[in-house]
């Protein structure tokens, strides 16, 4: 028992300013306290004056936009290759010689 009386008597001795244990404890405060500080001016920052998400946002609308044109350009582009082919479709040339056409081969 006197020697946990001991022991906590000398407790309060380590905890007074200019020893080792003071010095860690108020160090691991002031750096909670300072990174709690960047954290919230972080997410002010962010909250109130980041426009680089807008930015980002804008430039992928725009590429969305360009992939549904080129999207459309190349529909619109197999769309004029289909129908020139079905204008050079000639159905009399897919039939044998002297034979009978097919009515799957019209159009």
Known sequence: ?????????????HLQPGTFVYSLGFGAAAG?????LEYGYRHIHIMLWDTEREKLQSR???LEKQV???KE?????KAHYL???AQEYDPVATRMPAGKLDDKMRL
Do not use: D, H
Request: glycine residues 16%; proline residues 3%; aromatic residues 6%.
């Open 68 to 70: 549904v044109f080129n």
């Open 32 to 36: 909670a306290t300072l990174g709690g």
């Open 73 to 77: 350009q190349e529909a619109e582009g």
């Open 1 to 13: 028992m006197a020697a946990i009386k001991r022991m906590l008597s000398g407790i309060p001795g």
């Open 83 to 85: 129908a020139s082919l």
């Open 60 to 62: 992928m609308r725009y």
